[in-house]
């Protein structure tokens, strides 16, 4: 198709491309002021150490908080190890308030007393956490390796709730506990907390040695359950933390409910600063997107860092690549790296296997159509199926139980009728107006399957504008094959061909496209919902 200098039909729509990938700024940020802690807990992520010395100077400190500052004003957490045990804890959250960030604060509570408890109130910290692992004072101090534990941490919640401080509990879900977790959540409320959040066991630190009482797939998923059931009940808020299928989950389960629940945040509302100054996607994923402290720039590293982006693009492979619910949930890349080695491979405690679709391509000889066309409509899970004016004339969707499903079809075609189907599997979907199907059928709209090739901060920002065109019904970013570049596809219908020509050369123009092929609609073959 050739270029036009025509006026952009939708002018409407801002010039402004965003840096990044799926770019948001971060609402939550934990920073890791130390790893002092003078608890022993078997499953530290930070593998404390009561002697640590290497801690950040307060000037660093600084630094990093005003950083973050400049480019948010996200909620800051200091965590640790026991960030109390730093001398200057409450002149770094007088500082950080000072330049606009929430403060809340992640604590152990072994050293927690009134006196702090004040000092917390007047520098305006907005919340506190302790953690307790079980409802039995001798199985909490086991977890944490610590006699008396679980007291320290019963007084130290009650002081903050005497002080008018809000505060969460915390639970790590083992096999030691799962069971358990309602009478952690009763124990919860009888505190005074305002959440409860349990938080799944992440091979990490200390962690990684504890594979023995992680959760197998089949335990992971009576969890979610459990744990939906207390958010739906309980008065106080319910969270859960490191188990991003939580959010399909409970909605499945609570489809009428109002109460708000996340996959996986990382690279997206949630980032996690190390001890060293480290911008990582959570503290239980060691991989470092940059060093604040070297970059001297918090939002440099957030918006640019190729490993932030890989995960926002959500080009995911195995299961959680295929699978349906890949926006809501995420999977677990920190448990994906520890067991694989790739933090975009599966979340390996994950057992969903719900059924993954794909659209199919394939040039069909003139002679051949009414026969393959057939034997397409005849599977029952095709929903639409189209003639394009293509090389690659034949464009359907099918769903099957999973990727096996679509290969063994895709074979059973390619040699029936000696031609090759392609399989290209959505890896995101940007855009999909259900209710626009109707406006498939030529010659009352035009309307053309665009596919295009983009990388980069590129992809991200030309998908989304796309997206925003009342025009385009339809945009997903999908698997390529070697003869086949293009990685975006979007539907675009249009009142003329004159029009559909304006829309797709000001596009490509506008954001620099060079590989890109327009296959129209010539007839609907099929169109179901399934």
């Given at each position: 198709?050739?270029?036009k200098?025509?006026?952009?039909p ?8 965003s840096v ?6 971060p609402r939550?940020?934990a920073f ?6 003078k ?5 530290c992520?930070a593998s ?5 010395k290497?801690d950040?100077?307060?000037e ?9 500052a ?12 026991e960030?109390?045990?730093r001398?200057?804890?409450?002149e770094?959250i007088?500082y950080?308030v000072s ?7 992640a604590t152990c509570g072994?050293n927690?007393n009134?006196?702090i ?5 007047q520098a305006q910290?907005i ?12 199985m909490?101090?086991n977890?944490?390796?610590?006699p008396?534990a ?5 007084a ?6 005497q002080?008018?401080?809000?505060f ?6 083992t ?11 009763e ?14 066991l992440?091979p990490?630190g200390r962690?990684?040695e ?5 959760l197998?797939?089949?335990e992971?998923e009576?969890?979610l359950k459990?744990?939906a ?7 106080i808020d ?9 959010a ?5 389960l609570y489809?009428?409910?109002k109460k708000?629940?996340?996959?996986c945040?990382a690279?997206g509302?949630?980032?996690?600063i190390s001890?060293?100054?480290?911008v990582?996607?959570c503290?239980?994923?060691k991989i470092?997107?940059g ?7 918090f ?10 982006n890989s995960i ?5 492979v195995g299961k ?13 890349r920190?448990?994906?790296f ?6 975009l ?7 969903y ?6 659209l199919?391509a394939?040039h069909?000889e003139t002679g051949?159509?009414a026969?393959?066309?057939d034997?397409v409509?005849?599977l029952?899970?095709v929903?639409h199926?189209?003639?394009?004016d ?5 464009w359907?969707t099918?769903?099957?139980?999973n990727?096996d ?6 074979k059973?075609f390619?040699?029936k009728f ?9 890896t995101?979907?940007?855009?999909l107006?259900s209710?626009a199907?109707?406006r498939?059928?030529?010659?009352d ?7 295009y090739e ?12 796309l997206?925003s065109?009342?025009?385009?019904s ?5 698997k390529?094959q070697?003869?086949?570049?293009y990685n975006?596809?979007a539907?675009?219908?249009s009142?003329s061909?004159e029009q559909?020509a304006?829309i797709?050369n000001?596009?490509v123009?506008?954001?620099g496209?060079e590989?890109?092929?327009t ?6 073959l099929k169109?179901?919902?399934?």
């Amino acid at each position: 198709m050739s270029k036009k200098n025509n006026i952009n039909p939708c002018q409407s729509v801002s010039d402004k491309v965003s840096v990044s990938p799926c770019l948001k700024k971060p609402r939550i940020i934990a920073f890791e002021v130390t790893r002092r802690c003078k608890m022993n807990c078997i499953h530290c992520r930070a593998s404390a150490d009561p002697e640590f010395k290497d801690d950040l100077t307060t000037e660093q400190c600084k630094r990093i908080i005003k950083s973050i500052a400049d480019y948010n004003r996200s909620v800051l957490i200091f965590t640790g190890g026991e960030p109390l045990e730093r001398d200057d804890i409450f002149e770094l959250i007088d500082y950080a308030v000072s330049v606009g960030l929430p403060v809340s604060v992640a604590t152990c509570g072994y050293n927690f007393n009134q006196d702090i408890a004040q000092k917390l109130v007047q520098a305006q910290v907005i919340s506190l956490s302790f953690s307790l692992d079980s409802a039995n004072a001798v199985m909490h101090d086991n977890f944490r390796q610590t006699p008396g534990a679980f007291e320290k941490t019963l007084a130290a919640a009650d002081i903050a709730r005497q002080a008018g401080l809000k505060f969460q509990i915390n639970t790590t879900v083992t096999k030691l506990n799962f069971k358990n977790l309602t009478e952690i959540a009763e124990l919860s409320e009888k505190l005074g907390a305002y959440c409860f959040n349990p938080f799944m066991l992440v091979p990490a630190g200390r962690g990684v040695e504890l594979a023995d009482i992680a959760l197998t797939g089949k335990e992971y998923e009576q969890t979610l359950k459990t744990v939906a059931k207390l958010k739906a009940e309980s008065d106080i808020d319910v969270r859960f933390t490191c188990a991003p299928r939580f959010a399909v989950v409970f909605h499945s389960l609570y489809p009428d409910s109002k109460k708000k629940t996340f996959g996986c945040l990382a690279a997206g509302d949630f980032v996690f600063i190390s001890y060293e100054g480290d911008v990582q996607t959570c503290g239980f994923l060691k991989i470092s997107a940059g060093n604040i402290l070297k970059a001297g720039d918090f939002g440099s590293i957030w918006e640019k860092s190729d490993f932030l982006n890989s995960i926002r693009r959500k080009n995911f492979v195995g299961k959680c690549g295929e699978c349906i619910y890949i926006e809501t949930c995420g999977g677990c890349r920190a448990r994906a790296f520890a067991q694989t080695g790739d933090y975009l491979a599966s979340d390996p405690i994950c057992s969903y296997t719900g059924p993954v679709s794909t659209l199919i391509a394939a040039h069909i000889e003139t002679g051949q159509l009414a026969a393959v066309t057939d034997a397409v409509n005849s599977l029952p899970n095709v929903s639409h199926n189209y003639l394009r004016d293509h090389y690659y004339n034949l464009w359907f969707t099918l769903k099957a139980k999973n990727s096996d499903g679509i290969n063994k079809i895709i074979k059973e075609f390619s040699g029936k009728f000696k031609t090759e189907f392609f399989s290209f599997p959505a890896t995101r979907r940007y855009k999909l107006d259900s209710s626009a199907v109707r406006r498939h059928n030529p010659p009352d709209i035009i309307n053309t399957l665009f596919c295009y090739e983009a990388q980069g901060n590129v992809l991200q920002s030309s998908a989304e504008f796309l997206s925003s065109l009342d025009q385009v019904s339809h945009c997903f970013q999908r698997k390529t094959q070697p003869h086949w570049p293009y990685n975006i596809y979007a539907m675009i219908h249009s009142q003329s061909s004159e029009q559909l020509a304006e829309i797709v050369n000001d596009f490509v123009e506008r954001f620099g496209i060079e590989k890109f092929e327009t296959l129209g609609t010539v007839k609907s073959l099929k169109t179901k919902h399934l």
